[in-house]
Antibody, heavy 119, light 112 residues
Framework: EVQLVESGGGLIQPGGSLRLSCAAS????????MGWARQAPGKGLEWISL???????YSAQSVKGRFTISRDNSKNTVSLQMNSLRAEDTAVYYC?????????????WGQGTLVTVSS | QSALTQPASVSGSPGQSITISCTGS?????????VSWYQHHPGKAPKLIIY???KRPSGVSDRFSGSKYGNTASLTISGLQAEDEANYYC????????????FGGGTKLTVL
């Protein structure tokens, strides 16, 4: 059974850093495209970062230069390093697997972890 | 990038059918047959219910169906059930010089 479990969220001050982790089971992250999306309070979903099976990474303009996605093949995890956090980064962050055929939709999601950026 | 446009809320009675629209542009829905829909019960993991405009993943009820016309995609839920009450999000692949998908703002479905 495919499962994704996020961790690492919490309350952080503006300008601070936080690292989110996503533990995958039922499949191998290194053979799949993996991404992060978020949902700010009262807003819709927003894709923010992706790492493909080849290791190439892509980021939305809203987080480019501040957030970095990576993976640990030995632990079967994907991480999101978030630096220079802003109040507008407050959101529930979801880890998701991108489909392996067309790479255009997310076929499995985690339950999310809440990040609150506030002083 | 702006989100795809969905109605904020829709409602229906058990047994009825409802349709949720998702309006994009000629850079996403209008040019790609890569529209997907997700069901999200708060506090739980979002669930893929439609991909490639009108395909259902294994295990998803055939009460859920998708379609597209021009720059607008639609999700229809027939035979409404209480457990269908949730938030629904559309998504489309979009023209970009890098990977990019665009989501809708979400629609809250209330089963009366």
């Amino acid at each position: 059974e495919v499962q994704l479990v996020e961790s690492g969220g919490g309350l952080i001050q503006p300008g601070g850093s936080l690292r989110l982790s996503c533990a995958a089971s039922g499949f191998t992250v290194s053979s799949n495209h993996m991404g992060w999306a978020r949902q700010a309070p009262g807003k819709g979903l927003e894709w923010i970062s992706l790492i493909n099976y080849g290791g190439s990474t892509y980021s939305a303009q809203s987080v480019k230069g501040r957030f970095t996605i990576s993976r640990d093949n030995s632990k079967n995890t994907v991480s999101l390093q978030m630096n220079s956090l802003r109040a507008e980064d407050t959101a529930v962050y979801y880890c998701a697997r991108l489909d392996s055929s067309s790479a255009t939709y997310f076929d499995y999601w985690g339950q999310g972890t809440l990040v609150t950026v506030s002083s | 990038q702006s989100a795809l446009t969905q109605p904020a809320s829709v409602s229906g009675s058990p047994g009825q059918s409802i349709t949720i629209s998702c309006t994009g542009s000629s850079s996403d829905i209008g040019v790609y047959n890569y529209v997907s829909w997700y069901q999200h019960h708060p506090g739980k993991a979002p669930k893929l219910i439609i991909y490639d405009v009108n395909k259902r993943p294994s295990g998803v009820s055939d009460r859920f169906s998708g379609s597209k016309y021009g720059n607008t995609a639609s999700l229809t839920i027939s035979g409404l059930q209480a457990e269908d009450e949730a938030n629904y999000y559309c998504s489309s692949y979009t023209t970009s010089n890098t990977f990019a998908v665009r989501f809708g703002g979400g629609t809250k479905l209330t089963v009366l």
